[in-house]
């Protein structure tokens, strides 16, 4: 009978071990998948952050360039009132996801780059002097755009496609 009770008892603690470790790996398994989904999120938010930011750099680049060239080309005070107006609106919406990108993206390359183009883009404002100027502006602002969203892509790029690792896809 003694045989029986060990071999009893020894099954018994043998099943609550065995419940213990699946438990515990499936507590892990849990919570893999959501850091991966947190990182997943925060990636996202940090791909709308470059996104917008880009295109409202974009609008007021187009806008900047048409009360510019309607300033070179002397037309009403009307139009250029109402394309300054619009001008005022597209450098409004550069803020929002300026802001959203310095919360989300602490990456230097990233937010130099980010700064430069939002800079050269307010630039132009100073360049309505000739069409040369204008153009010469908006030339600056554009290549500072495309090297924001180079730079942008490189940064938000998944780690396993990162020549090294030392970049975290969830920084």
């Given at each position: 009978?003694?045989?029986?009770?060990?071999?009893?008892?020894?099954?018994?603690?043998?099943?609550?071990?065995?419940?213990?470790?699946?438990?515990?790996?499936?507590?892990?398994?849990?919570?893999?998948?959501?850091?991966?989904?947190?990182?997943?999120?925060?990636?996202?938010?940090?791909?709308?952050?470059?996104?917008?930011?880009?295109?409202?750099?974009?609008?007021?680049?187009?806008?900047?360039?048409?009360?510019?060239?309607?300033?070179?080309?002397?037309?009403?005070?009307?139009?250029?009132?109402?394309?300054?107006?619009?001008?005022?609106?597209?450098?409004?919406?550069?803020?929002?996801?300026?802001?959203?990108?310095r919360v989300?993206?602490?990456?230097?390359?990233?937010?130099?780059?980010?700064?430069?183009?939002?800079?050269?883009?307010?630039?132009?404002?100073?360049?309505?002097?000739?069409?040369?100027?204008?153009?010469?502006a908006r030339?600056?602002?554009?290549?500072?755009?495309?090297?924001?969203?180079?730079?942008?892509?490189?940064?938000?790029?998944?780690?396993?496609?990162?020549?090294?690792?030392?970049?975290?896809?969830?920084?």
């Amino acid at each position: 009978m003694l045989p029986t009770l060990i071999t009893a008892a020894l099954a018994i603690v043998a099943t609550l071990l065995g419940a213990i470790v699946s438990g515990r790996f499936q507590e892990r398994a849990a919570e893999r998948q959501v850091r991966a989904a947190h990182g997943e999120a925060i990636r996202r938010d940090r791909l709308e952050a470059v996104t917008a930011l880009a295109c409202a750099a974009s609008d007021h680049r187009t806008a900047m360039w048409r009360r510019g060239d309607a300033v070179l080309k002397q037309a009403g005070p009307d139009r250029i009132e109402a394309l300054r107006g619009e001008s005022h609106m597209t450098r409004s919406a550069i803020a929002r996801p300026q802001v959203a990108l310095r919360v989300l993206i602490e990456d230097q390359a990233v937010r130099t780059a980010a700064d430069r183009m939002v800079t050269l883009t307010y630039a132009m404002r100073d360049a309505f002097a000739t069409t040369e100027d204008l153009t010469a502006a908006r030339e600056a602002a554009k290549d500072a755009h495309d090297t924001f969203v180079n730079t942008a892509a490189h940064y938000l790029r998944p780690a396993s496609t990162h020549p090294t690792t030392s970049q975290e896809s969830t920084r």
